[in-house]
């Protein structure tokens, strides 16, 4: 069965870099069927989709977050991350990793537990 | 982006009691519709793909309908589990973007 766990710090100073990974069981990085995802979660609020990687490197992002976000896939740990540059309090969230598949058409279909970041000084 | 709207943002219901949610899409989504239960501290659960169909492992009393811009997510006899957070998803286009979501809370 395929698992999702999200790591990384809890806490992050205003203007600094959010990094976060997601490492994967049960399943490959490297397949040719699924993409991989961040989602998050401000507290009491939404979902709000970030990005998607595929396992050849092609990134699929938010506008509204792009020129802030880095996605990245290393295979061979069988892992994928998040960078989110210049971070404020709106970044504060709950921030999920996925698993996004195409049948049909495409949806998540596989999610993390959550990790919580919280921006503050 | 393709704004989700969800009714209602909150509900009471009882035990056997049949739920109904709406979405409603900004533009037409064809069957580019997603369905997923949120239970307080967990992330999404996939309940319905493809604006009807039932996730492997999901219960039968769950089922979703529509096309276009309009859908809908049925619960036949709510059951004590199901009183969670449901949300919509669009797949159509990027950004991928949700509904606000329904809160489903036990009368």
């Known amino acids: 069965q395929l698992q999702l766990q999200e790591s990384g710090p809890g806490l992050v100073k205003p203007s600094e870099t959010l990094s976060l990974t997601c490492t994967v069981s049960g399943g490959s990085t490297s397949s040719r069927s699924d993409y991989w995802g961040w989602i998050r979660q401000p507290p009491g609020k939404g979902l709000q989709w970030i990005a998607n990687?595929?396992?050849?490197?092609?990134?699929y992002h938010n506008p509204s977050l792009k020129s802030r976000v880095s996605i990245s896939v290393d295979t061979s740990k069988n892992q994928f991350s998040l960078k989110l540059s210049s971070v404020t309090a709106a970044d504060t969230a709950v921030y999920y990793c996925?698993?996004?598949?195409?049948?049909?058409?495409?949806?998540?279909?596989?999610w993390g537990q959550g990790t919580l970041v919280t921006v503050s000084s | 982006d393709i704004q989700m709207t969800q009714s209602p943002s909150s509900m009471s219901a009882s035990v056997r009691d049949r739920v109904t949610i709406t979405c409603r899409a900004s533009q037409t989504i064809s069957i580019h519709l997603n369905w997923y239960q949120q239970k307080p501290g967990k992330g999404p659960k996939l309940l319905i793909y493809a604006a009807s169909g039932l996730q492997s492992g999901v219960p039968s009393r769950f089922s979703g309908s529509g096309s276009g811009t309009d859908f809908t997510l049925t619960i036949d006899s709510v059951q004590p589990e199901d009183f969670a957070t449901y949300f919509c998803q669009q797949s159509y286009s990027t950004p991928y973007t949700f509904g606000q979501g329904t809160k489903v809370e036990i009368k």
């Open positions: 996925a698993r996004m598949v195409v049948i049909l058409q495409p949806y998540f279909d596989s």
């Open positions: 990687i595929y396992y050849n490197g092609n990134t």
